[in-house]
């Protein structure tokens, strides 16, 4: 729990170095405000549905952060524009839990609202791009694509105009490979010439300058295709990184991404993505019937903690956040309001103490503080109560010293390097 | 939004300095879990109750954190003694939402499992004490009682051995007035002297020791109220509070609670409660079928935000966390690329900057950092890029400068005071 939470700040921090500030929604929507956003699958299979129990309505759990996001934008019309939050949470999806996924499992959001512009995809990559390396994941990958580009060469090479049927069977190439997406496709009623073409198309992966030259070449004529091309080359522009790569194979499997689409990977693990996200910008229009750009990533917080662990650069060590272990070697009056009033002290200095509630013998409490790895314990006894003093031990260095307990503060802190 | 996350914040501090570390559990529960856990009316009127929509099971949002805590020491048996927690998420009820009551809430849990002693409710105590002072809460009172009195007292004065519908009747004190009560009595069966008698019994309220005087002098042949009465005489020698004042009108609603009660109000803030809790000895063995002790406090955020505004110690004013906004006097690359240079570097010092991403003319930009209250504005056009400088305005102060980039970082951080 305690590595969850150092990761979680660790985001936090980097969200709000960028400029984005937290909000807040309910875990529960009205089921008619996530209806008909995200696709056949997740509305009818993985979204936890219910009726209220005492009551008419239907409900569910929210299903991501972006849908409830534009619901929020809609009740809130006054939001100064740009709106730069981020959101960490749970989500809920009803899939048989395995690895890397769960029913319940957070997503840590960030998302831009009200710029149609490439400046935002890029500070939204930016600032992911940041997170991982500051989370000490190397090898981080972000796969771009764009929706526009995919419906354009949909439409060139197939004549395909309503392609989302078509992308989910592509999103699951991660998961069942190249012939199940093949089965995939033959079952939504596609000969083998059109499959083909779709794996042919679909294996374009390079630098994003070199796809948008060939993309350009190829495609030159229709309107999506140099749309999408030119976003992305913008974004490329501004975030200015090798590690941009674009993928005709990533297309994302929710209906509601309109543009430029994202995707984390991190080379060599076998986890499938750590982050997506992507541009919206018709998603708040439904709620609100004003066209209301928007852009945003979600980084999957329980599959990065895998990750960082699997690449031992998380670790699962810290067992406490408590600093000092006061040991009472006895149990009279006199001892025990001392050490009240030195932990009472420790802690309005901010130092995280503890101390035992159940009247153990004082081996028991140093055994305690060790199993929890509590880096310094404090002795006091009949001697320290008399000599206004305390005794300090630091595991690590082994030193020990007595203190004047006008001193305590200082030294403690000087053996935490605080 | 800002405010909730920095009272959030605080309230965390508090925790971890007195030793507590977070946990986390899911939001839903197999409904089995929570079932006969909290009363009848918690049970069918106000659980969030579905069943799988997929499946067959039926599960509950969880109805508090304290349950969902005595179900994960049930499956982590070897979590070492005290278990000392704290956890801060949101619990569901199916009330008509009100003023200071919200269906889905945020409640800031600490307990201890594991610990018989007073010790330990000690502990509580003192810890949430902590938390109403530091978020600057004047006039709270820690009101406090024990289940063990209670029932020996009633079954002194009235021969009642089953009093949990009568506790929940009482309960509702706050509520519903005296007279409320007297109705739910009635309806319970009871007659008018029993029901005066009860009236009477429940107007007990002094500070602790002298309620413990008379309650062992009436009641002295009684174990459980002996019990109880040492029990908080010796939470009140340790916590050393003027704040704490028994209540024998205390009675807390929940099924759950063993011995001491406690629960936290402002003096002349008609909000109804600001936190309570107690100790439960029995819940966890209901998982288990091993003993095993545990107490906690449950703060609840919405209402402490509401009365903290009320007070005027708590303040809506911050609409961000950005420090630093970077106007660009112009579009050209040369601007740009300069600016998008600074902002990096001012991030990677750890300065919340943002930036345009709406290509707004500079007068815009502005008006945009001016709107969101941001402290310090730095210009950035073809003067700066070319005398590799920055120029900073600060907006409090009327502060401006033109200084050398290399600065910048330094020169931000005066500024900010950081």
Redesign the interface.
């Known amino acids: 729990?305690?590595l969850?939470?150092v990761v979680i700040e660790k985001i936090e921090g980097v969200f709000?170095?960028?400029?984005f500030?937290?909000?807040?929604t309910?875990?529960?929507e009205l089921f008619e405000v996530l209806a008909g956003k995200y696709g056949e699958e997740a509305e009818n299979?993985l979204m936890?549905?219910?009726?209220d129990?005492?009551g008419d309505r239907e409900y569910a759990?929210r299903y991501d952060l972006t849908v409830p996001l534009a619901r929020y934008i809609a009740m809130h019309r006054d939001t100064?524009?740009?709106f730069?939050r981020y959101h960490i949470a749970?989500v809920?999806r009803?899939e048989e839990p395995q690895r890397g996924r769960y029913?319940?499992f957070y997503q840590c959001d960030v998302d831009?609202v009200?710029?149609p512009?490439p400046?935002?995809d890029a500070?939204i990559i930016m600032v992911v791009d940041?997170v991982y390396k500051e989370l000490g994941i190397k090898g981080v990958k972000i796969l771009v694509n764009d929706r526009r580009i995919l419906r354009g060469v949909f439409e060139e090479e197939l004549r395909i105009e309503e392609p989302l049927r078509v992308y989910r069977a592509i999103d699951k190439l991660d998961k069942i490979g190249v012939d199940g997406v093949r089965r995939e496709l033959g079952a939504l009623g596609m000969g083998e010439e059109a499959i083909n073409k779709i794996i042919d198309i679909i294996s374009l992966k390079a630098p994003v300058d070199q796809a948008v030259r060939e993309l350009t070449a190829r495609y030159g004529s229709n309107k999506h295709v140099v749309e999408g091309a030119r976003h992305l080359e913008e974004i490329s522009s501004?975030v200015g990184s090798k590690d941009l790569v674009f993928d005709m194979s990533l297309v994302r499997g929710l209906d509601y991404y309109t543009g430029p689409i994202f995707e984390a990977i991190v080379e060599g693990i076998r986890i499938g993505s750590i982050g997506g996200g992507g541009r919206y910008d018709s998603l708040i229009e439904l709620f609100t019937g004003i066209r209301t750009p928007a852009t945003g990533f979600s980084i999957g917080l329980d599959r990065v903690i895998e990750v960082g662990l699997e690449l031992g650069v998380l670790k699962r060590d810290k067992?406490?956040?408590?600093e000092v272990y006061v040991v009472m070697l006895d149990r009279s009056n006199e001892v025990s309001s001392y050490s009240?009033e030195i932990i009472r002290t420790l802690?309005s200095a901010?130092?995280?103490?503890?101390?035992?509630?159940?009247?153990r013998a004082h081996q028991k409490q140093r055994e305690?503080a060790r199993?929890?790895s509590i880096p310094l314990v404090l002795y006091i006894g009949k001697q320290e109560v008399e000599r206004k003093t305390v005794t300090t031990y630091h595991v690590e260095s082994g030193e020990r010293a007595e203190i004047g307990r006008e001193n305590v503060v200082d030294h403690v802190k000087r053996l935490l390097k605080r």
């Open positions: 729990m305690i969850r939470k709000r170095r960028y400029g500030d937290p909000i807040d309910p875990s529960i299979k936890w549905r219910f009726r129990p005492w759990l100064p524009m740009p730069k749970p809920w009803h029913r319940e831009i009200g710029s512009y400046e935002a500070e940041t501004i067992k406490t956040y408590t009240l802690r901010g130092i995280p103490t503890s101390w035992d509630l159940l009247r305690h199993k929890l």
